[in-house]
């Protein structure tokens, strides 16, 4: 890889990796709408035979961006809540909310040539999916892409994922999330479809 796309790719995994920590602090769509344009064009600047296509949570993702990109109006309906604010235990920090019916839109964009991996993607409640864990689980798969190409980011915010990882490998945790939410099943179902309705 000449040095021209080496560098062109750590400006690409940089930007996911600041889009990550947006969507993180800021909770708004328009930083996960952000994160997803970065997930899509540092796959884009892969080469043919490294991108993404293995991951689910990527093509999950990549779906939505798609489907968000071409019908804007979905974007609005994405809800994204700290998980604090909920009646519930969450691994992770915050939710982000997005109507199945989406899901399914996005697996039958026509370009879409993994329809099956789109849908099963996301932790599904009801009528609602939280796609949280596959944003989580996918910067995962970037930063392990960047190594396996000895890509070298030097954003702050690759450097905490790098770390944050490191200290996860030495301690014999796993780098990826389930999405794990305690509560009764049918009450979480409830709280979300509610959470969704509201404008």
């Known amino acids: 890889m000449d040095e021209g796309k080496r560098s062109s790719l750590n400006a690409a ?26 997930l899509h064009s540092f796959n884009d600047k892969l080469p043919k035979e490294s991108r993404m296509f293995d991951s689910w949570n990527f093509v999950g993702l990549k779906a939505l961006r798609n489907l968000f990109h071409h019908h804007e109006e979905l974007l609005h309906k994405v809800k994204i809540i700290a998980a604090s604010d909920l009646p519930m235990t969450c691994e992770l920090a915050q939710v982000t909310l997005v109507a199945n019916s989406s899901v399914e839109r996005a697996s039958s964009l026509p370009r879409e040539s993994q329809p ?11 009528d609602v999916c939280d796609i949280e864990p596959a944003i989580f689980n996918v910067v995962v798969d970037v930063f392990e892409k960047v190594q396996s190409l000895g890509l070298r980011p030097t954003s702050e915010e690759f450097d905490l994922v790098r770390q ?10 796993d ?16 709280i979300f479809s509610s959470i969704m309705a509201m404008d």
Do not use: K, M, P
């Not at 920590?21 to 909770?27: I, V």
């Not at 944050?164 to 945790?173: K, M």
């Not at 780098?175 to 409830?190: D, K, L, M, N």
């Open 164 to 173: 944050s990882y490191q200290v996860e490998q030495d301690r014999g945790f």
């Open 116 to 126: 099956d991996t789109v849908r099963g993607a996301f932790r599904r409640y009801g």
């Open 13 to 38: 995994a940089d930007r996911v990796f600041r889009g990550y920590y947006r969507h993180c602090q800021d909770r708004d769509q328009d930083t996960l709408f952000n994160l997803l344009t970065a």
């Open 175 to 190: 780098h990826r999330v389930s999405g794990s939410i305690q509560a009764h099943a049918g009450h979480i179902e409830t």
